[in-house]
């Protein structure tokens, strides 16, 4: 009995590690990613004048095709695209 009740205390206490985890990626896909990839410096090449800025703030991720557990059978990463405009 006392071995079952440690296994469901950790068991709650790893699925409230889980949403922290996924609450926290939310908070960094929303305004952390931006702030990031604004703080990219624009690139320069030094021997024609061409230069490439970021456009942060109007970056899309296009959305997956599969759910997770078609992407565990076929053995395919679970990922999206990130898109960031440039100039």
Do not use: H
Request: glycine share 2%.
């Amino acid at each position: 009995m006392i071995l079952f009740m440690i296994f469901y205390r950790f068991l709650f206490f790893f699925i409230d590690l889980l949403k922290i985890q996924r609450e926290s990626f939310y908070l960094f896909l929303k305004k952390g990613l931006s702030t990031e990839i604004s703080l990219k410096k624009p690139i320069f090449w030094s021997n024609t004048k061409f230069q490439i800025i970021f456009y942060s703030q109007y970056y899309k991720l296009i959305p997956i095709l599969v759910n997770p557990q078609l992407a565990i059978y076929q053995s395919k990463t679970f990922s999206c695209k990130l898109y960031v405009p440039v100039l």
